[in-house]
């Protein structure tokens, strides 16, 4: 398995067990919400956003990773007759065989997720970059320099923010991790001291609890899952917890509802011109409004609701674990399977003192001229017309096929499958158990064939063929 195709799948089970913390979460945040503050309930996201980072595998029925075929190969039913392309160049025998072809479902579906993904993120990181390129600062009076400075030390910010004016962004907005802005407009600067004080508190609120970092985690991980829409919905719940847990905390500081409500209000009416992963104000007139509900009843905690709320997470972080635990035990179960069913056993020679007249190769059809592939050897004996098992098993198929003449097919302990075709005389029924050196059958010319040969064929227990040329060196 390559890298991209394991990532794929890693994310498959991060994305499957998010998706039962997320329906979790809610069930929760349901019957907390009219007990408890949006600052307590929002940390529970914590272990849903872990659960998106931390690499983890989930081996579930439930998993979105087992809608996914690992590979389709052709030809690999053992329950069914398939053509071959047999040439026995001495005798002039010729068939015809469809050549194997091999999809690997699992390579295509992690390329199209990369390709996808990583367009996303690509746009992301243009459309980010513009922000940068819109910062223009003008001069910025005095006043209002004097209310952002009193915004700062009322949350006892002490880190140098800068106030930066520009016209593409109309809400108010946090940007940038390292040089941290607060991204305003001149319809901004008209506002009152009051209005103008709610912003600002907003935004710092924001910046103190590093919600701008959080914000541009949140859309990664956005660009990362796009295939799963619960994770969409479960990002907007989270940010839409983060604003009303900063509302509750503005509101905490002594400003008035009223004049942080029409302040809200007023933002709304500005249309954002650019849609960035960046916190702001207010965003679409469905969460403002649910915002304004929740603002009306704001509920105050006890002192013993921040343990309530670790207790809980540390309830989800269990069942996180146990989740991605399952797939640790299949892992040893899977490798006990191997150890007890994929023995390693010795084949012996179909026919003895055989010559081999086409071998397991490419080569050019004599008939159609085009590349075929032979996936077997052809195998000629002037001593012995006896075609024997090359190792113990059960007959699985034993009938005769216009192109393949009399066939059998054996699955042996290994799980790999030998094929016999040409065959005269067949002398095992399907159902029976064979022993190494067994006669099944004679040598014979029966299907596609002119003369008499045997045509051996070992196919492995994923569906693939063997090279068997080193068994006729």
Request: hydrophobic share 45%; glycine share 4%; proline share 2%.
């Amino acid at each position: 398995m390559s890298i991209i195709e394991d990532v794929f799948m890693n994310i498959l089970s991060m994305s499957t067990i998010a998706t039962l913390i997320f329906i979790l979460i809610l069930i929760i945040r349901a019957h907390l919400k009219k007990k408890m503050s949006f600052s307590k309930i929002s940390l529970l996201w914590i272990v849903f956003i872990c659960t998106l980072i931390i690499p983890i595998n989930f081996s579930s029925q439930l998993s979105i990773k087992n809608f996914i075929p690992l590979e389709d190969v052709a030809m690999v039913d053992l329950n069914k007759t398939y053509e071959y392309n047999d040439t026995d160049e001495n005798l002039n025998i010729t068939g015809n065989k469809i050549a194997e072809t091999k999809v690997n479902y699992l390579s295509v579906f992690a390329s199209i997720y990369a390709i996808v993904c990583l367009s996303m993120l690509a746009k992301d990181v243009c459309v980010y970059s513009q922000v940068v390129c819109l910062k223009n600062t003008p001069n910025i009076p005095k006043d209002i320099i004097e209310i952002f400075d009193y915004c700062k030390k009322k949350l006892n910010v002490k880190n140098d923010i800068m106030l930066v004016v520009q016209d593409k962004i109309k809400t108010p907005s946090l940007y940038g991790i390292k040089d941290t802005s607060i991204l305003i407009t001149n319809d901004i600067l008209k506002l009152s001291n009051k209005e103008l004080e709610c912003i600002f508190i907003h935004e710092l609120s924001h910046y103190k609890l590093k919600h701008h970092i959080l914000y541009l985690l949140l859309n990664i991980l956005r660009r990362v899952y796009w295939f799963n829409p619960f994770i969409h919905i479960a990002i907007s719940k989270v940010k839409e917890d983060v604003e009303f847990a900063i509302d509750e905390n503005v509101l905490k500081t002594n400003i008035n509802k009223k004049d942080y409500l029409q302040t809200i209000i007023k933002i709304l009416a500005l249309n954002n011109g650019l849609k960035c992963p960046i916190p702001n104000i207010c965003n679409e007139k469905a969460e403002v409004e649910r915002r304004i509900n929740q603002m009306k009843n704001i509920k105050n905690d006890t002192r013993y609701s921040i343990l309530f709320i670790i207790a809980l997470i540390l309830c989800l972080s269990l069942i996180t674990v146990s989740l991605a635990s399952d797939d640790v035990k299949d892992d040893k179960k899977d490798v006990i399977t191997e150890d007890v069913v994929v023995q390693k056993i010795e084949y012996m020679l179909p026919l003895k003192n055989a010559n081999v007249t086409a071998r397991m190769e490419e080569r050019i059809h004599p008939i159609t001229g085009e590349k075929v592939v032979h996936t077997g050897v052809d195998l000629v004996s002037n001593d012995s017309s006896d075609i024997l098992a090359i190792a113990d098993g059960k007959v699985i198929f034993a009938e005769f096929d216009n192109k393949t003449g009399n066939t059998i097919k054996i699955l042996h302990d290994d799980g790999n499958t030998s094929v016999y075709a040409h065959g005269a005389e067949m002398f095992v029924t399907v159902g029976d158990k064979v022993t190494a050196g067994e006669k099944i059958m004679t040598v014979g010319s029966t299907g596609y064939a002119v003369g008499p040969h045997l045509h051996f064929e070992l196919i492995s227990s994923s569906g693939e063929y063997i090279d068997i040329n080193g068994m006729f060196e």
